[in-house]
């Protein structure tokens, strides 16, 4: 296996998933304390990667034992259906399931370290992340297919993110850095639902009864767009009642794209592959949105 395959089979591209939340708890950590620990943010962020990682490809491989990603011909690269390098016959099935529990037993081990180092509520929000993530689609639990694998992605990529890069800066719980999760949760939410559409028919194929196979296409895209604009309406909730400082709506410079998005989503859900701008649109949305936190609570401090 290459590099180029091995970068592929990691889908390395979706881990801005797990970067924005980490450079977001850091950055309330800062804006409180006035201080960073780099070496412990970069452990975070390394421990975060290796645990997607993980999840990716876990992922991939219980789709690939499942069939659904063999049997799915209506997906939008790179964004729907897997990585494919399985279905292409560049990686096997065990080289897959092998760097899912290589990356896994890296990811625990430095958050282990940071568990002694900072914490043990590290090892807590570790072991929610670990569970939750390899189980989204492996048996016995398989989240994905009970239908409730949205609420753990949004979980694992949104609060755990924030709440673990924030404690480990501070050694403590802050509920600032909760609710400031709470926009990067529902995006990332977002992301599976834009994704999940394509893919309606493979999955309900297998009984990979996840929330979209549930709802419907339409209703799902109608969904999309109210979680979409819920996350502008929480930080102006919150800029309103002074939990979040003013300088956070400079967030606001996304609505256009997420307008645009939303749009697309609500006009072209049935139609696959006229989704791909809004599968890249939420993407980016989600990055744009967490830097752009990011970069308000740095402002906040430093004015």
């Known amino acids: ?95 897959m399931l092998t760097i899912a529990v290589v990356t896994y037993i890296l990811g625990s081990a430095i958050g282990i370290y940071l568990a002694v180092s900072r914490g043990w509520f590290i090892l807590i929000l570790g072991l929610i992340g670990l569970i939750s993530g390899y189980f989204y689609t492996a048996p016995p639990f398989r989240w994905a297919h009970r239908g409730i694998g949205e609420v753990f992605i949004g979980l694992n990529f949104g609060v755990l993110c924030v709440l673990g890069s924030y404690y480990v800066q501070t050694q403590r719980f802050s509920w600032e850095a909760l609710l400031a999760s709470l926009p990067l949760a529902l995006l990332i939410t977002e992301v599976l639902i834009i994704n999940e559409i394509p893919d309606l028919h493979a999955d309900k194929a297998v009984g990979k009864n996840h929330l979209v196979v549930r709802l419907g296409k339409r209703k799902s895209a109608i969904l999309y767009t109210i979680l979409l604009l819920s996350t502008y309406l929480i930080i102006l909730a919150l800029v309103l009642i002074r939990l979040f400082p003013l300088m956070t709506l400079i967030t606001f410079i996304t609505a256009p794209l997420a307008l645009k998005i939303a749009l697309n989503a609500l006009k072209h859900y049935d139609v696959s592959a006229r989704l791909k701008p809004s599968n890249a649109g939420t993407i980016l949305t989600h990055l744009s949105m967490g830097l752009l936190l990011s970069l308000g609570f740095l402002l906040d401090k430093i004015i």
């Open 1 to 95: 296996m290459n590099i180029k395959t091995f970068i592929r089979s990691l889908r390395a591209p979706f881990f801005t998933g797990v970067i924005s939340p980490v450079l977001l708890g850091a950055a309330i950590a800062w804006n409180h304390q006035g201080y960073f620990m780099w070496g412990y943010f970069w452990l975070t962020l390394c421990a975060a990667i290796l645990f997607h990682a993980g999840a990716n490809t876990a992922n991939d491989y219980f789709d690939h034992l499942s069939g659904a990603d063999v049997i799915n011909k209506d997906f939008v690269p790179p964004f729907t259906g897997g990585s494919r390098v399985i279905q292409e016959g560049v990686v096997t099935p065990r080289q």
